[in-house]
């Protein structure tokens, strides 16, 4: 079993900067590819970026290209998001999850981390 913990959140002015955290604790996340999701109140659950176990492919969606850079230190079982010219709208939970099951495809199979709170203010 695996536990995945987030950490860094924060609230920060709109321009400003946060890194968040994802470590793994019970076993090591080995060659699973890793993502970052969102979820604003009263919305649904949006993905971020995601990053192969090697680190050679990485991905990340519209909204937050040119601002988020995933990134990973498998030695340390870790998964970063840093975040920059942050704006109001990217105000969410951020959750972690690797993708242990069916390649591509991220849901309830897969491990999920509690999210930590992320609040831009304008």
């Known amino acids: 079993q695996v536990q995945l913990v987030e950490s860094g959140g924060g609230l920060v002015q709109a321009g400003g900067s946060l890194r968040l955290s994802c470590a793994a604790s019970?076993?090591?996340?080995?060659?699973?590819?890793m993502g970052w999701f969102r979820q604003a109140p009263g919305k649904e659950r949006e993905f971020v970026a995601s990053i192969t176990w090697s680190g050679n492919s990485r991905y990340a969606t519209d909204s937050v290209k040119g601002r988020f850079t995933i990134s990973r230190d498998n030695a340390k079982n870790t998964v970063y998001l840093q975040m920059n010219s942050l704006k109001p709208e990217d105000t969410a939970v951020y959750y972690c999850a690797a993708d242990r099951v069916v390649a591509g495809v991220w849901d309830e199979s897969d491990y999920w981390g509690q999210g930590t709170q992320v609040t831009v203010s304008s």
């Open positions: 019970g076993r090591t996340f080995g060659s699973y590819t």
